[in-house]
């Protein structure tokens, strides 16, 4: 069984989001804000058949790109690079079939990890994220992530996004 089935949820947030990060400390204070630029890409074809590339900017025209290519197995989806270890499922429990769930933990830093929920709109083009952060057993801090769509064509814009940068 490919990733498209075992996973439909996943292959619906196939495509190119433009959204906002805002961080936020232990006490609820807020930490950091950019904007972002995600290519998700779901490609059986593919060495790794989920891709995922982010790319962020600071109002202070501060960048950076993060790449997260990941491996399909047992129903689930898997990273491990230098960045993350880990993995994101479907929420079976949740029969509106709206929430993925990930769990990564920092590649060098075992006493800090992560658990994400995502929330796709019904319509698939809005979705909000929610990272919770852990170390050492408490809640280190925390990130709220809302986007939108900008279109299923992951390829185009991936190839109009090379072309500006040649």
């Known amino acids: 069984m490919g990733i498209r089935e075992a996973m ?6 196939e495509g190119v989001w433009d ?57 689930r989806i898997w990273w491990d690079n230098e960045l993350i270890v880990g993995w994101a499922a479907e929420v079976a429990l949740d029969e509106k079939k709206r929430t993925l769930m990930l769990y990564w933990q920092r590649t060098g830093d075992p006493d800090l990890y992560l658990y994400e929920m995502i929330q796709l709109s019904d319509a698939g083009d809005y979705r909000c994220r929610t990272w919770h952060w852990i170390r050492g057993g ?19 814009i991936e190839a109009a996004m090379e072309t500006k940068a040649a």
Do not use: M
Request: some cysteine; hydrophobic content about 30%; proline content about 4%.
């Open 138 to 156: 408490e809640i280190a801090s925390r990130t709220s992530i809302e986007e939108r769509l900008v279109s299923r064509d992951w390829r185009g």
């Open 19 to 75: 959204g906002i990060y805002i961080h936020y400390n232990q006490a609820g204070e807020k930490i950091d804000e950019h904007t972002s630029r995600l290519l998700c890409r779901v490609d059986e074809d593919s060495a790794h058949p989920y891709h995922q590339t982010n790319f962020y900017t600071w109002a202070d025209g501060r960048t950076e790109t993060r790449d997260f290519p990941a491996d399909f197995r047992d129903g």
């Open 8 to 13: 439909p949820l996943l292959a619906r947030h």
